[in-house]
């Protein structure tokens, strides 16, 4: 650090101490990109021309988003009150989080789970209180049921889990829904949903109306390929809605990203075809994998858990001299995101020389 980078202005100390977000590491030409869970089919050609048709943009953009939020209204059986669009569900979850807890409150949350979670609380002036993930990688909900106090504002529930790809299932989730009190704003974070195949998973959209202290939040950026883009949603009660409107920056979902989108549920069905690809090679690789000798919890997003634990960053070493960019997190596992077929291959080429060089009783390696 030189002198100019200790700043001489007051800042706010929880702020300077935070990690500044940790992007996927980019893939040179002869890697694949497995770190940001991004979908690797190209954007359908009518969506480009939605975008390129949009480009008004002397203009600013509708900042309701209206035309959007009237889609998903009809979609989901709402009213367009009760749609809020966000530049990327990470906007809504600053917004709601924002809105529900500042100094002196707490939010609770799985860990590990979503990265982006504990930087959004710490700008927010609250406090984090992670549950620690059950031993098969999943939610804990009981415990976080268990770790609700008067200062609670917030609890985050992420299904599938990112990074561990796990899901709650309905009956857990209800579960959870019965204890905490309703006054406690409850976040569904369901950026994966569209992957899932799992019938027992938790589904918000069969959850709305039912709770008025439920907000489900979905997203544009991964099943339907338009990360670029940012555009995300929130279902919800309109009071809770309108008050992340209120911390919401204004104008910040472009009208390229609003015209992608709608031109994306005009496409639900091709969009869907390339999702059930995507699960139907994420269900072959889980299995493949674990008939390697892994012990993988089952994947319901677009990616991989590996519990590589010690070995982590020297796998995730190993995986990128093969040409696979993944997410390791240090002691914990890897994420691998389900790209190309042919980067699948290249993992399967590998994988089962890694596992076999765990030793016996390793996290990662199926007993027996
Ligand atoms: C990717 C992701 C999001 C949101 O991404 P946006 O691009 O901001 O919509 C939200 N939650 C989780 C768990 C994610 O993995």
């Not at 409850?186 to 709770?211: H, K, M, P, W």
């Not at 674990?290 to 995986?319: C, D, K, S, Y």
């Not at 240090?330 to 076999?356: F, K, N, Q």
Request: hydrophobic letters at 45%; aromatic letters at 6%; proline letters at 7%.
């Amino acid at each position: 650090m030189s002198p100019t980078d200790t700043p001489s202005v007051r800042l706010r100390p929880e702020i300077v101490a935070l990690p500044a977000y940790a992007q996927g590491k980019p893939a040179d030409d002869t890697a694949f990109k497995l770190s940001s869970n991004e979908n690797p089919f190209d954007p359908l050609p009518s969506v480009v021309a939605a975008v390129e048709a949009a480009s008004d943009f002397n203009r600013y953009p509708d900042a309701s988003a209206l035309v959007l939020r009237e889609k998903l209204a009809a979609k989901y059986g709402l009213t367009p009150a009760e749609v809020h669009i966000g530049a990327g569900s990470v906007a809504l979850l600053s917004q709601l989080i924002l809105a529900a807890a500042g100094a002196g409150d707490e939010v609770v949350y799985s860990w590990r789970s979503f990265e982006a979670y504990p930087g959004l609380v710490t700008v927010a002036g609250a406090t984090s209180v992670r549950v620690p993930n059950r031993a098969d990688h999943g939610h804990d909900l009981a415990e976080m049921a268990a770790a609700i106090t008067d200062r609670t504002r917030v609890a985050i529930i992420c299904s599938p889990n990112n990074p561990t790809s796990t899901i709650v299932t309905a009956d857990e989730f209800e579960s959870f829904m019965a204890v905490a009190p309703n006054d406690l704003l409850v976040i569904l974070d369901e950026a994966y949903v569209e992957f899932v195949t799992d019938s027992q998973a938790v589904n918000g959209e069969s959850l709305l109306g039912r709770y008025p202290n439920l907000v489900v939040l979905r997203t544009f950026s991964k099943a339907y390929g338009l990360a670029g883009l940012r555009v995300g949603y929130a279902l919800g009660p309109v009071g809770v809605l309108d008050a992340a409107r209120s911390t919401a920056i204004p104008l910040s979902v472009t009208g390229a990203a609003s015209a992608a989108a709608v031109a994306s549920l005009d496409l639900e069905r091709e969009l869907r075809s390339r999702v059930r690809a995507l699960a139907v090679r994420r269900d072959a690789l889980w299995q493949a994998l674990t008939v390697q000798g892994w012990n993988i919890p089952q994947p319901q997003g677009n990616f991989i858990w590996l519990p590589t634990g010690e070995e982590t960053l020297e796998v995730a070493a190993r995986l990128g001299e093969a040409g696979l960019v993944v997410r390791p997190f240090p002691l914990e596992g890897i994420r691998v995101s389900v790209g190309e077929s042919e980067a699948v291959e290249r993992l399967l080429g590998i994988s089962a020389e890694i596992v076999a060089a765990f030793p016996p009783g390793h996290a990662a390696r199926r007993i027996g």
